[in-house]
Nanobody
Framework: QVQLMESGGGLVQPGGSLRLSCAASGGIWSANTMDWLRQSPGKQRELVASITSDGHINYADSVKGRFTISKDLDQNTVYLQMDSLKPVDTAVYYC??????????WGQGTQVTVSS
């Protein structure tokens, strides 16, 4: 299991962009998936984007065409590029690594606030 740390959150105006980073303490090549999830106050945590070990990518319908997930195995880092941000994207964003036959690893989260 690896330790994960997110960064890159902050306050941005509607229509703006942010890039979140998830730095892992070890190799992310062994993870089944690397995921970004988010949680807004009073709402359930939702899966935003996921990338598998072989590079297959999925997005939530609400972020398709605006968010891009990628990973750098050399840097043990996963990114979430967020463009055309909307106030509804305001949430705490979490990074997660999942493994076959083992518990997932979670980061501590980073706050993203989209507001004018």
């Amino acid at each position: 299991q690896v330790q994960l740390m997110e960064s890159g959150g902050g306050l941005v105006q509607p229509g703006g962009s942010l890039r979140l980073s998830c730095a892992a303490s070890g190799g992310i090549w062994s993870a089944n998936t690397m995921d970004w999830l988010r949680q807004s106050p009073g709402k359930q945590r939702e899966l935003v984007a996921s990338i598998t070990s072989d590079g297959h990518i999925n997005y939530a319908d609400s972020v398709k065409g605006r968010f891009t997930i990628s990973k750098d195995l050399d840097q043990n880092t996963v990114y979430l590029q967020m463009d055309s941000l909307k106030p509804v994207d305001t949430a705490v964003y979490y990074c997660r690594a999942t493994y076959y036959g083992g518990p997932p690893s979670w980061g501590q989260g980073t706050q993203v606030t989209v507001s004018s």
